[in-house]
């Protein structure tokens, strides 16, 4: 068999593995963040929320914004 190109390939022309869109899937997030989908998930919790990035929840689909996730990793910055 060839190789066929999937029609759907999340990999932009800088190389990256993340969908070029503007909001994220948990599991897209986690990758580009570099923590793992269950530490943002932990972070989705009530009591821990101040901690994590922000989120968008809608009928039980939890997206990030790119913009958030970058202010967020902004913020662990050491100077």
């Known amino acids: 068999m060839k190789n066929q190109t ?3 390939d999340n990999t932009s022309s800088k190389g990256n593995t993340w969908p070029n869109s503007a909001y994220l899937r948990p599991a897209e997030a986690a ?8 530490t943002l998930a932990k972070l989705r919790m009530r009591h821990l929320r101040e901690r994590g990035p922000v989120f968008i929840k809608r009928g039980g689909v939890v997206l990030y914004r ?14």
């Open 66 to 79: 790119r913009a958030d996730l970058d202010t967020w990793l902004a913020s662990f910055l050491v100077e």
């Open 31 to 38: 990758q580009y963040t570099a923590h793992s989908e269950s």
């Open 6 to 8: 999937k029609a759907n």
